[in-house]
């Protein structure tokens, strides 16, 4: 498709299970990115890719959130031991990224809605 | 840790009413952009903002961003149920990582 796609659109997973989250970028954008949105509420950064390395991963809560990017393209959220505080919809975006004009679009998928029980 | 306030977080508004939605922070911004949501979907860019005290319009919507390169503003002139949703403003860093931070975001409601 032409557009940010990420899977599964919803995930209901026990308290202490891991989960992975999957983000298929637009062809040929260089940068990804990883927010978390609670409640309709603003998007909180979690990790940025350009390429297949992450420059800033600063906003990963704790350690039991990874991420990595693999070919330049799909890129995979996994958390660890899930909690009910990780219940939340986490939304990838890529974008033509460094060394493209200032300002450049994010293009958003429709998120994962995550539900910790 | 920088941060983007927007304001007010909510607002519920009558078709045909003006409004004006802020974003506000103490750290400067390479550009700054403002995307909208709607429920189920990932945010829309409307426009992106780069040059201080710079003003761009897109038909009833003005978007604004500070001299200073701190803040923006977005007013909708005569809005319309269609208008509803989650306004969100994202602010680039500085530091050529094109990290971008969003506001707190402003939920509007247009009743018809």
């Known amino acids: 498709g032409a557009g940010v796609s990420q899977s599964p659109s919803n995930k209901v997973t026990e308290k202490g299970k891991d989960v992975e989250l999957r983000c298929d970028p637009i062809s040929g954008h260089t940068a990804l990115y990883w927010y978390r949105q609670s409640l309709g509420q603003g998007l909180e950064f979690l990790i940025y890719f350009q390429g297949n390395s992450a420059p800033d991963k600063s906003g990963l809560p704790s350690d039991r959130f990874s991420a990595e990017r693999t070919g330049g393209s799909v890129s995979t959220l996994t958390i660890q031991r899930t909690q009910q505080e990780d219940s939340a919809v986490y939304l990838c975006?890529?974008?033509?990224?460094?060394?493209?004009?200032?300002?450049?679009?994010?293009?958003f998928g429709n998120g994962t809605r995550l539900t910790v029980t | 840790t920088q941060l983007l306030e927007q304001s007010p977080q909510f607002l519920s508004i009558q078709e045909g009413e003006n409004l004006t939605v802020y974003c506000n922070s103490s750290s400067v911004f390479s550009s700054l952009q403002w995307y909208r949501q709607e429920p189920g979907e990932g945010p829309v860019l409307l426009v992106t903002?780069?040059?201080?005290?710079e003003v761009k319009k897109l038909k009833r919507l003005t978007f604004q961003f500070g001299d200073a390169r701190k803040d923006s503003s977005l007013h909708i002139t005569a809005a319309q149920p269609g208008d509803t949703g989650l306004y969100l403003c994202?602010?680039?860093?500085?530091?050529?990582?094109?990290?971008?931070?969003f506001g707190t975001g402003t939920r509007l409601k247009v009743l018809a």
């Open positions: 994202a602010g680039a860093t500085l530091r050529g990582t094109y990290k971008y931070i």
């Open positions: 903002v780069v040059t201080g005290g």
């Open positions: 975006a890529s974008s033509l990224g460094a060394g493209h004009q200032e300002g450049s679009p994010l293009h």
